[in-house]
């Protein structure tokens, strides 16, 4: 039964030194909030994995909590590259990180086994594509009624999930709308999930009856936490702080100056800090 | 010789008229979501554009800068998860065009998102494949966009992140692939046509004032032109004011907070 909790007791509880851990979001939903307070509570050795890493992870690469990222696609989405993963990845700064590289469709398909339980995805992909040479997790599998020889990779199993969704109703029900990315997968191939939310409200009774609902037993912990997802944004919530997104790529350019930032926007902030930074973005929705 | 619209202009603008009314486009970001978007806005107002966040049959406004900006799901017919666009949709044969983009091109269409150097020692590290790799072998056929440079178009590129036509010929079928691959590629100076039988990227038609050795300063391989070469037709006026009003109304809409 997802247990409500604040944002610090529930990532205390949840997420361990040496974790495997996905902060998912498909550039909607992004759980930034959930993101900083693991920075503040100082987790290391961490697994971390995610289709798109961007700002989030580059911030955690940055802080040094990182040993090895699993991803498709690491970028500043429509701003160009990730400058700390890049330091990271090209110059070993802070520290070494090892990288396990998919395609979108390897990571999607990986999910989808994790949340089957499934030990591994099977898929018609990376035909011709120099990722197997250098991924040892890609490798193939011969369909047993056809002969057709297609990709497979491990299922993805985090220890522990977080995303950020729209609504939880007071029984721990959780409603994702607009683009669903991969939330739902990530959290049922989750063994603990944690879901931050805009708001809590009564109940469900006018959702549609095809809407994307994680039921309350299928989650660990619900964390309010409005404009939780900003600079990413909450479809029906607020928009996408575009201005946001092209700052970080200058802020991220320099070792201190990242480090000022993050100080200044993280390690002294709160959970609470994030319902003002959407405040704007949300008079023009 | 005197031109009133830019290269780039005429870059999207050729790209765009590449798309029909009955397409189905696997829209990638940058340069292509421009050319599909005119396409809507112009010749083709019931083309299918679909973003790998999910969202298929979308009109936005204003171009996206993320393939999963909250006005594509707005305007779309459905919006889906991603493992079912994958899955279902691009996998399952229904995407009858990929629009790529890429950091490095070789002339069998070959295309680097990955890194630049060696992987495991990388000079730059770029973002990674994303969808390329799938939408490369998927979809029906692929259309390349671009600007011309010797950093971009090369003639080895370090990394295969998505397979065009390998080192050319029947590379493809030997793979065991059944799609065409790249069909076309438009750049900011040329129009470009796989040839039938070598598959190597040879150009078809010249933009308007453009010569054949800016063509060939620009490209990191020997060009090949085709013995009838012909010029694209200059921009119209509604496809430059289409493009333009486009352009305008996603600066304005990506300048500010609260955009």
Redesign the interface.
């Known amino acids: 039964m997802a247990k409500f909790q604040s944002l610090k007791d529930a990532v205390a509880e949840n997420l361990f030194d040496g974790d495997v851990a996905a902060f998912e979001g498909?550039?909607?939903l992004i759980p930034h909030a959930a993101a900083h307070e693991a920075i503040r509570q100082g987790r290391k050795d961490l697994t971390l994995v995610r289709?798109?890493p961007d700002v989030i992870y580059d911030q955690m690469i940055g802080m040094g909590m990182v040993k090895k990222a699993i991803?498709?696609?690491?970028?500043n989405?429509?701003?160009g590259?990730?400058r700390r993963?890049?330091d990271a990845?090209?110059n070993q700064w802070p520290h070494p990180m090892e990288i396990e590289?998919h395609?979108?469709?390897a990571m999607?398909?990986a999910?989808?086994a994790g949340a089957s339980g499934l030990p591994c995805a099977v898929?018609?992909?990376?035909?011709?594509?120099?990722?197997k040479k250098?991924n040892p997790n890609i490798r193939e599998v011969t369909c047993p009624f056809t002969g057709?020889?297609l990709a497979a990779v491990p299922s993805v199993r985090p220890d522990v999930t977080f995303i950020h969704a729209q609504k939880a109703n007071k029984r721990g029900d959780v409603l994702v709308e607009?683009?669903?990315?991969?939330q739902?997968?990530a959290v049922l191939a989750a063994k603990r999930s944690v879901v931050t939310v805009e708001e809590v409200v009564d109940n469900f009774d006018d959702v549609h009856p095809n809407a994307?609902i994680l039921p309350n037993w299928a989650v660990t912990a619900i964390c309010e936490v409005p404009g939780g997802s900003h600079p990413s944004?909450a479809?029906g919530y607020y928009?996408?702080?575009?201005?946001?997104?092209l700052e970080w790529d200058k802020i991220a350019s320099d070792r201190d100056g990242f480090k000022a930032w993050m100080k200044d926007n993280v390690l002294d902030a709160t959970p609470e800090d994030f319902a003002s930074r959407v405040s704007?973005?949300r008079?023009?929705k | 010789m005197e031109l009133d619209f830019t290269r780039d202009e005429m870059m999207t603008i050729a790209a765009s008229r590449a798309l029909g009314n009955e397409d189905i486009c696997f829209v990638g970001?940058g340069a292509p979501s421009a050319a599909c978007n005119v396409a809507r806005l112009t010749h083709a107002p019931d083309i299918t554009l679909i973003y790998?966040?999910?969202?298929i049959g979308t009109a936005p406004d204003v171009l996206?800068?993320?393939?999963?900006?909250?006005e594509?799901?707005d305007t779309a017919v459905t919006?889906v998860?991603?493992?079912e666009?994958?899955?279902y949709w691009?996998?399952g044969g229904r995407i009858t065009i990929g629009f790529l983009g890429a950091a490095q091109l070789d002339k069998f269409g070959n295309i680097n998102t990955?890194v630049i150097g060696d992987?495991?020692a990388?000079?730059?590290?770029?973002?990674?494949?994303?969808?390329?790799?799938?939408i490369a072998?998927?979809c029906g056929e692929i259309f390349i966009t671009m600007k011309q440079s010797l950093r971009g178009m090369v003639d080895k590129i370090d990394?295969?992140?998505?397979?065009g036509h390998?080192e050319g010929g029947n590379?493809?079928e030997e793979?065991?692939?059944t799609t065409k691959g790249p069909t076309l590629l438009i750049t900011d100076l040329a129009i470009w046509h796989p040839d039938p039988v070598t598959k190597e990227f040879t150009v078809i038609a010249l933009h308007p004032g453009v010569t054949r050795d800016m063509v060939q300063e620009t490209c990191g391989w020997k060009v090949k032109f085709a013995d009838n070469l012909e010029t694209t037709p200059e921009p119209t006026e509604l496809e430059l004011a289409t493009l333009r009003d486009l352009n305008a109304r996603t600066k304005a809409?990506?300048?500010?907070?609260?955009?």
């Open positions: 498909f550039t909607h289709m798109t991803f498709s696609y690491a970028g989405p429509g701003v590259l990730l993963l890049r990845v090209e590289e395609s979108h469709a999607a398909n999910y989808e898929f018609r992909g990376y035909k011709g594509a120099d990722l250098v057709e020889v607009g683009i669903i990315g991969i739902k997968e994307c944004y479809h928009i996408r702080d575009n201005a946001a997104y704007a973005l008079e023009s | 970001i790998e966040s999910g969202t996206p800068l993320s393939i999963g900006d909250g594509l799901c919006t998860s991603v493992p666009m994958f899955r691009l996998q990955t992987y495991d990388p000079k730059t590290r770029l973002p990674g494949g994303g969808g390329a790799p799938e072998s998927s990394f295969f992140t998505s397979f390998g590379a493809r793979l065991g692939m809409a990506h300048s500010g907070a609260g955009a």
